[in-house]
């Protein structure tokens, strides 16, 4: 079962690792998980537990603990084996504790939470405070408001939150967004009368969106409140506001809007000026898309998961250039050849084939054809599909005539993910990916100059040249910090563990691609990550005239495994199953991995002494001649093809 969370900031709960609610039985149960979360992962004695849940405690009542205790933990861990011990809520000398991670309990994230903002700029904080106070789901461990042992802790967070929304108004001020703080810290007065922070904040706030009336009348209202309520007078910071605005110190003046200010503003004036519904409204979501599929694996997925749904509701409308420019837009280089949805692509290219077909006849609607012809061809990738590599041609053919940068950009990827469908192509990789560099710089292109330099990389590494390729990686690593492209460090991660192991530094290569492992398996790009680590560490031991090292029959080879299964049959000792495996390989799927897979078919019809399979893989091999097998795709190397071609002459 994956890590349980736990829930305090409101009723007691606790949850499954995919949020599912756990059922925590009766109000008992759910006191004893309470008790024990504040603890904090310390040992709580069953004395103190009985004493905690009982004025006037019954006769077994420390039975009926261990009986609270044994039915939280069937909850919680349900798949721990009878008799073996708890790891959750364990029993520890003379009572429990719940050893829950830091990050498992909403209470101990909101607090690091509340911390960590105090040291980050106000455009951080105020994300980080807003997400943070959005986990409060009522006053902290409501249910038990009366109880002596909660009420400590419960004021403890009392005071955090308080202090969170103060902060966040804080930041929000700094950022040039009073507007947004206004509404926030009045109802945050209405139940907290008391707060000077908050009351200064208010009337700053208020002065700052052009009403220094009302905002001197904010304060006279702080004065009236805090003695009325306190008998006090304000404190020395709401005095000297009120000088300052009294004065009209230009210092009070807003500053100027940051990112996060700016961005509300807009996305509040777009929702009032676009009527819902409006065709405008697609076209700025999938703008929205496109910049967030380069943003980090999360805004990868979440772009992958909306564009369907974008793109259905664009044909909906029953307005083919509309539903292009929906398709179009999505220009999202794509540097692996095999692609991470394929049904989704499927539907993709289904749907620009539709549009295709609906629009008029004209050069008028060029731009809209060309961009869903390097769409077809961009989600056509992986596949031996003829209308793939047509479409990138003619897409490519268009954007030159029309002389559109960015469409001939997006273009010639289409064409870069169509040559890999044969061994060799490095020379048309090299040209494709410094047209593209040399265009994107031309024209302010910074997603496809990365995606240029990357498709250089692996142009380089195919012929060795791995002083040029550290120079290519190099300025992605440059491009992708100044421009916020986190998944190209992946792939430059990639490539300094196979600079390593071509270096003969296997260890420090084999002890980079583990690392790489968990890092690819986050990175939302399915397609890039299945097996390419096992293919890499073995590529690190496997090499022509040595010994052949024994193929883990453990590891996940992911779409690579038909070209292991004759090896791992020969480990096994199925010598015939060995050889009607290798018989029944197709040519490898189009990719940066067509000479490593065809190294492994020649490796298991070398063993298996069948001449007919080791030529068929030599011919498809021998186009690479000069090149380091595997080396085109930046991650891994099966050494040189020319020994490869050797093997069995």
């Known amino acids: 079962m994956s890590q349980v ?6 009723p007691v709960a606790a949850w499954d690792g995919a949020g599912g609610a756990l059922a925590l039985k009766g109000p008992r149960h759910r006191e004893v998980l309470g008790r024990l979360l504040v603890a904090r992962r310390r040992v709580v004695p069953v004395g103190t537990l009985v004493a905690d849940l009982w004025t006037e405690p019954p006769a077994g009542a420390a039975g009926a603990v261990q009986t609270f205790v044994a039915a939280l933990r069937r909850v919680l861990e349900p798949d721990r084996p009878p008799r073996a011990p708890a790891a959750l809520l364990v029993t520890d000398g003379p009572g429990y504790a719940l050893r829950a991670a830091s990050e498992a309990v909403d209470a101990w994230r909101f607090e690091a939470a509340v911390g960590a903002a ?16 959005g986990w409060w789901r009522g006053p902290a461990y409501a249910e038990f408001a009366d109880r002596r042992w909660a009420r400590a802790e419960r004021s403890r967070l009392l005071e955090l939150r308080l202090l969170a929304v103060e902060r966040l108004a804080g930041a929000r001020l700094a950022l040039g967004a009073a507007e947004l ?4 810290l009045e109802a945050h007065l209405t139940e907290h009368p008391g707060r000077e922070q908050a009351w200064r904040l208010l009337a700053l706030a208020v002065h700052r969106t052009g009403r220094q009336g009302d905002a001197l009348a904010v304060l006279r209202r702080a004065r009236r409140t805090l003695a009325e309520q306190l008998g006090l007078d304000p404190g020395p910071e709401l005095r000297r506001l009120e000088a300052r605005m009294l004065a009209q110190d230009p210092g009070l003046a807003d500053p100027a809007p940051g990112p996060e200010a700016i961005w509300q503003r807009a996305a509040a004036a777009y929702d009032r000026a676009v009527p819902e519904g409006s065709p405008a409204r697609l076209e700025s979501t999938v703008a929205l898309l496109r910049g967030l599929a380069v943003t980090g694996a999360d805004g990868l997925d979440a772009a992958r998961q909306h564009r369907l749904a974008v793109v259905t509701a664009a044909e909906a409308l029953g307005d083919p250039e509309l539903t292009a420019r929906v398709i179009g837009a999505f220009d999202v280089p794509a540097l692996w050849p095999r692609g991470d949805d394929p049904a989704q692509a499927r ?17 008028a609607h060029d731009p809209a054809r060309a961009r869903l012809l390097a769409t077809v061809a961009v989600e056509s990738r992986g596949t031996r599909s003829p209308r793939g590599a047509a479409a990138a041609w003619q897409a490519e053919e268009i954007a030159r005539r029309l002389d559109d940068p960015a469409l001939l950009a997006f273009a010639l990827n289409g064409v870069f993910l169509h040559c890999c469908d044969r061994a060799g192509s490095a020379a048309q990789r090299r040209r494709t990916g410094a047209e593209l560099v040399a265009l994107a710089q031309r024209h302010q292109l910074a997603s496809f100059e990365v995606l240029g330099r ?38 430059t991660a990639g490539y300094r563990a196979l600079r390593a192991a071509a270096t003969g530094r296997s260890d420090e290569a084999a002890d980079a691609y583990r690392a790489l492992a968990p890092r690819l398996a986050g990175a939302a790009m399915p397609g890039v990550a299945a097996g390419l680590v096992p293919l890499a560490l073995l ?9 052949r090292p024994a193929v883990d029959r453990t590891a996940d080879w992911g779409p690579y495994r038909p070209w292991l299964e004759p090896l791992l049959l020969l480990d096994a000792g199925r010598a015939p199953a060995a050889r009607a495996a290798l018989r029944a390989l197709p040519e490898p799927d189009p990719g940066l991995l067509y000479e490593a897979l065809c190294c492994l078919e020649i490796a298991g019809a070398a063993e298996l002494a069948d001449q007919p399979a080791l030529e068929r893989a030599r011919d498809r091999l021998r186009p690479a001649a000069g090149e380091l097998a595997g080396a085109g795709s930046g991650f891994l190397s099966f050494g040189a093809v020319d020994e490869w071609l050797a093997v069995g002459c």
């Open 539 to 547: 590529g690190l031991r496997l090499r022509p005239g040595a010994p």
């Open 181 to 184: 703080a206004v509404p926030e």
């Open 347 to 363: 539907q993709v290219v289904a749907a620009a084939e539709r549009t295709l077909a609906a629009l008029p006849p004209g050069a």
């Open 5 to 10: 969370g736990f829930g305090v900031l409101g």
């Open 118 to 133: 105090e040291r980050l700029p106000p455009e951080r904080a105020a994300v980080l405070l807003a997400e943070a106070l």
């Open 454 to 491: 990357l498709i250089l990389l692996q142009a380089r590494c195919s012929t060795g040249e791995f002083d040029a390729a550290d120079r290519e990686a190099e300025a992605v690593d440059r491009l992708a910090d100044r421009h916020g492209r986190p998944l190209a460090r992946v792939f």
